[in-house]
């Protein structure tokens, strides 16, 4: 079984491990390299090597024009590109891309030349901290690193540190995901630790394509820091216990560059690669057709049996129409019609109905509120081991209370290997009923 045995963390290897475990065992437990790139990395490192020129130079003192920092940007892209480069959408060529990175530095420059605002600048810097984790009882000395794009210091404000990070992609997000967004709290954590006078960090986020800079707004309250220690304890945590590295499918599959070796889609690109007269034969394809042809089969056969329970419901209607009348009148509970071939027993009977889950959950809860303070309790309810399971999975308790269940997990579940089978039809084509 493969295991992960790194202490040295930064925030994108964790927030590949939080997108898909799967992805982050091919890249940092297997160390499968692929150099796969697309055009929207590839037009990110020549905006930020071109920004890095800019403000490297300011460090020594030097300043540049905009015709200067785009030549860089433009050596930059002549010398990176290559025919491997993946462009997605193919309505795009290399050159529209290229032009947006010159659009990019060209809204950057308009905004903020002559770059004096700030008493010196730190580019591309590395932070790092350490942080102990606690992984079962053994404590373990982490590293968490991470790369900046640029650290500025403003002049009138000797004790605050602005981090900015530069974003080329075409896709703004609101000021709700920027908040949520896990990133900045490492950045913040970083440098307070690397610069401990610090007394305000802020972040600035430049959406180079709009012209725009956000920043994550957070409650000055709070301490931070100390949540976003116990955020990276308790990942570092998880990617140390990790064992199985389930993949997890998501939207971040279509730019994975483990497609060809993951389980969920290693079939899928081995198939997209074959003519269609060869697809067809092969085994899998064969097989799953063969089973899509049944599932089709079976939801007609369904949508016929759900037509004649509709005829049913209105004969036994009637049937009841027919016996009722008769049953009133002589104040019977039971009363036979007969046909040729069977008969029909009409009784009337009182039940009682309680709330459930899925009907008036509300009641449910009221009712199983009541009961749990009457000594009855022990007697009427029963153990959900499914919601046992889940709650430990979630760690939704109190760590001794989590340890008591998960030993009672460990000693009367039993781990058993089933196989399952779910047919799904691709997308565009209606999923069988
Ligand atoms: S293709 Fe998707 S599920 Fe598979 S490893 Fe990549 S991100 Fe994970």
Request: some cysteine.
């Given at each position: 079984?493969?295991?992960?045995?790194?202490?040295?963390?930064?925030f994108?290897?964790?927030?590949?491990?939080k997108?898909?475990?799967?992805?982050?065992?091919?890249?940092?437990?297997?160390?499968?390299v692929?150099?796969?790139?697309?055009?929207?990395?590839?037009?990110?490192?020549?905006?930020?090597?071109?920004?890095?020129?800019?403000?490297?130079?300011?460090?020594h003192?030097k300043?540049s024009?905009?015709?200067?920092?785009?030549?860089?940007f433009?050596?930059?892209?002549?010398?990176?590109?290559?025919?491997?480069?993946?462009?997605?959408?193919k309505?795009?060529?290399?050159?529209?891309?290229k032009?947006?990175?010159?659009?990019?530095?060209r809204?950057?420059?308009?905004?903020?030349?002559?770059?004096?605002?700030?008493?010196?600048?730190?580019?591309?810097?590395?932070?790092?901290?350490?942080?102990?984790?606690?992984?079962d009882?053994?404590?373990?000395?982490?590293?968490?690193?991470?790369?900046?794009?640029r650290?500025?210091?403003?002049?009138?404000?000797?004790?605050?540190?602005?981090?900015h990070?530069?974003?080329t992609?075409?896709h703004?997000p609101?000021?709700?995901?920027?908040?949520a967004?896990?990133?900045?709290?490492?950045?913040?954590?970083?440098?307070?630790?690397?610069?401990?006078?610090t007394?305000?960090?802020?972040v600035?986020?430049?959406?180079?394509?709009?012209?725009?800079?956000?920043?994550?707004?957070?409650?000055?309250?709070?301490?931070?820091?100390?949540?976003?220690?116990?955020v990276?304890?308790s990942?570092?945590?998880?990617?140390?216990?990790d064992?199985?590295?389930?993949?997890?499918?998501?939207?971040?599959?279509?730019?994975?560059?483990?497609?060809d070796?993951?389980p969920?889609w290693?079939?899928v690109?081995?198939?997209?690669a074959?003519?269609?007269?060869?697809?067809?034969k092969?085994?899998?394809?064969?097989?799953?057709?063969?089973?899509?042809?049944?599932?089709?089969?079976k939801?007609?056969?369904?949508?016929e049996?759900?037509?004649l329970?509709?005829?049913?419901?209105?004969?036994?209607?009637l049937?009841?129409?027919y016996a009722?009348?008769?049953?009133?009148?002589?104040g019977?509970k039971?009363?036979?019609?007969?046909?040729?071939?069977?008969?029909a027993?009409?009784?009337?009977?009182e039940?009682?109905?309680?709330?459930?889950?899925t009907?008036?959950?509300?009641?449910l809860?009221?009712?199983?509120?009541?009961?749990k303070?009457?000594?009855?309790w022990?007697d009427?309810?029963?153990?959900?081991?499914?919601?046992?399971?889940e709650?430990?999975k979630?760690?939704?308790?109190?760590?001794?209370?989590?340890?008591?269940?998960?030993a009672?997990?460990?000693?009367?579940g039993?781990?058993?290997r089933?196989?399952?089978?779910?047919?799904?039809?691709?997308?565009?084509?209606?999923?069988p009923?």
């Amino acid at each position: 079984m493969e295991v992960d045995s790194s202490t040295r963390f930064s925030f994108s290897k964790l927030d590949t491990y939080k997108g898909c475990p799967r992805r982050y065992r091919y890249r940092y437990v297997d160390k499968i390299v692929r150099e796969r790139r697309t055009v929207e990395t590839f037009l990110g490192e020549c905006v930020h090597g071109a920004l890095e020129e800019l403000y490297g130079r300011l460090q020594h003192g030097k300043t540049s024009s905009l015709d200067e920092i785009l030549a860089v940007f433009g050596a930059k892209w002549k010398a990176g590109w290559s025919p491997e480069i993946v462009i997605h959408d193919k309505a795009l060529s290399a050159d529209d891309f290229k032009r947006v990175g010159e659009d990019c530095l060209r809204t950057y420059f308009g905004a903020h030349a002559p770059f004096s605002d700030d008493r010196s600048h730190e580019v591309e810097k590395k932070l790092g901290l350490s942080l102990a984790v606690d992984v079962d009882g053994t404590a373990l000395e982490c590293r968490i690193e991470g790369y900046l794009d640029r650290l500025s210091f403003p002049k009138e404000e000797p004790e605050a540190v602005e981090i900015h990070d530069y974003k080329t992609g075409g896709h703004l997000p609101t000021q709700e995901v920027v908040d949520a967004n896990f990133q900045f709290d490492v950045y913040d954590l970083l440098v307070r630790s690397q610069y401990p006078r610090t007394k305000e960090v802020r972040v600035l986020l430049h959406y180079l394509r709009f012209n725009r800079v956000l920043s994550p707004s957070r409650d000055p309250r709070l301490d931070q820091t100390a949540k976003t220690r116990a955020v990276l304890e308790s990942l570092i945590r998880s990617v140390r216990r990790d064992h199985a590295w389930e993949p997890h499918k998501s939207q971040l599959c279509d730019w994975c560059e483990y497609r060809d070796i993951c389980p969920l889609w290693a079939h899928v690109e081995k198939v997209k690669a074959l003519s269609s007269a060869a697809a067809r034969k092969d085994d899998g394809v064969r097989l799953v057709d063969e089973l899509g042809g049944l599932e089709e089969k079976k939801k007609d056969l369904k949508d016929e049996l759900r037509r004649l329970e509709k005829v049913e419901e209105g004969l036994r209607a009637l049937i009841f129409d027919y016996a009722g009348a008769l049953m009133a009148a002589e104040g019977e509970k039971t009363f036979v019609v007969s046909g040729t071939e069977g008969e029909a027993v009409v009784s009337e009977k009182e039940e009682l109905k309680f709330p459930t889950k899925t009907h008036a959950p509300d009641r449910l809860r009221e009712l199983e509120g009541l009961l749990k303070d009457m000594a009855v309790w022990r007697d009427v309810s029963r153990v959900d081991t499914g919601l046992l399971v889940e709650g430990a999975k979630a760690r939704r308790w109190d760590p001794e209370v989590l340890r008591a269940v998960e030993a009672l997990i460990e000693r009367f579940g039993r781990l058993v290997r089933e196989k399952h089978l779910r047919f799904r039809r691709k997308k565009g084509e209606e999923e069988p009923g």
